[in-house]
């Protein structure tokens, strides 16, 4: 009777195993805020030693209090890029796994635009920041937090494999090229881009001087719900400004 017994409970603990190893996975909730800032905006809350990388601080924390509490002027926002899934076959492409986002633009006393879905920990979300003007085309410092305060990185362009950073640039043609072979992560990014914080920034670099920049977010899903927050700063390019007078260049 004893040994009917123990056979019993083995049986039923095994079914218990099998049944917790072939439910699904529960899905968990992300949020994403995302702003686009002129870099003069981004400047005047840091303080000394906190445009190096990785550097947090009190300029930093009182950059992401402002913003929360919606008081930044329109006049600092590029307003034009919205944070924006992207197809999946591009997901895939960059190592991610196609999500349906829900997204509250900023405005009307909103300063992060925020997309909210429902993933797997373990997966990477995809999203994309694309301009609709030629207005501040280049992309150079970028401010991430997930689970740690936020911080300062600035965009480096460098051999792949060589170092892994938050945030990468590669020339925008040339990611395009990999987007089209499904490749950008296995060849690339998987050696290169540095998740360590929770999330990365690829940025697409234009060769065409007069255009802008765009952006990849990367969110590396955990397993408990998270906010996500990325700061995005762009200038201008000087050669944008320069245009040929009668005896020299304006």
Do not use: C
């Not at 234009?206 to 765009?214: L, V």
């Amino acid at each position: 009777m004893r040994e009917r017994r123990r056979l019993g409970l083995i049986g039923v603990t095994a079914l218990l195993v099998a049944l917790a190893l072939i439910s699904p996975v529960r899905a968990v909730e992300y949020r994403l805020q995302v702003v686009s800032v002129y870099d003069s905006a981004y400047a005047s809350y840091l303080r000394p030693g906190e445009f190096q990388d990785g550097a947090s601080g009190p300029g930093l924390d009182r950059l992401e209090a402002s913003f929360d509490r919606g008081e930044l002027g329109a006049g600092a926002i590029l307003s034009d890029r919205r944070v924006q899934p992207v197809p999946e076959n591009i997901a895939r492409a960059y190592g991610g796994t196609p999500v349906v986002g829900t997204l509250i633009p900023g405005g009307g006393g909103r300063t992060w635009d925020e997309v909210t879905w429902e993933g797997n920990p373990g997966e990477r979300s995809v999203w994309l920041i694309a301009a609709r003007s030629r207005a501040a085309q280049g992309l150079e410092r970028t401010a991430l937090k997930t689970t740690r305060p936020l911080r300062n990185f600035r965009v480096y362009t460098l051999p792949p494999g060589r170092v892994r950073l938050p945030a990468i640039g590669f020339p925008l043609n040339f990611l395009w090229s990999l987007e089209e072979h499904g490749s950008a992560w296995d060849r690339y990014l998987a050696r290169s881009l540095d998740l360590q914080y929770g999330v990365g920034v690829v940025v697409g670099q234009n060769t065409n001087p007069h255009f802008p920049d765009q952006a990849y977010v990367i969110v590396s899903q955990g397993g408990q719900p998270s906010i996500s927050k990325v700061v995005l700063v762009w200038r201008d390019r000087q050669l944008d400004r320069e245009m040929p007078g009668t005896w020299m260049f304006r």
